[in-house]
């Protein structure tokens, strides 16, 4: 079953740190591009950082550059998202999905269907 699954969540204060992980299973993880997504309360989902299968370069969105750094261990079938430096507005359900980097943006690649994602919580 071709799936990936998320995890790593909680809740911090503000300036706090967690690490998001993204396990694949039944597929090859460097065939794909990889994205993690996240959506606020009330809001739509967002990118928030990608990373290509092939070569490895990142992409972020604007608000967590320098915070966020996302990457990948082939060996375990696993792709994580290091959250540094977190505020408020960092809270919201985080998924990870196959990812297409567009017009600047990290979008859904839509070959693989959403998981339950992870909730972060960033209040004091």
């Known amino acids: 079953q071709v799936q990936l699954v998320e995890s790593g969540g909680g809740s911090v204060q503000p300036g706090g740190s967690l690490r998001l992980s993204c396990v694949a299973s039944g597929f090859n993880l460097a065939d794909y591009a990889i994205g993690w997504f996240r959506r606020a309360p009330g809001k739509g989902r967002e990118g928030v950082s990608c990373i290509n299968g092939y070569d490895e370069t990142s992409y972020y969105r604007d608000s967590v550059k320098g915070r966020f750094t996302i990457s990948r261990d082939p060996s375990k079938d696993t792709v994580y998202l290091q959250m540094d430096k977190l505020e408020p507005e960092d809270t919201g359900v985080y998924f990870c999905?196959?990812?297409?980097?567009?017009?600047?943006?990290?979008?859904?690649?839509?070959?693989?269907?959403w998981g339950q994602g992870t909730q972060v919580t960033v209040s004091s």
């Open positions: 999905a196959d990812a297409q980097h567009i017009f600047g943006s990290c979008v859904h690649g839509g070959r693989i269907k």
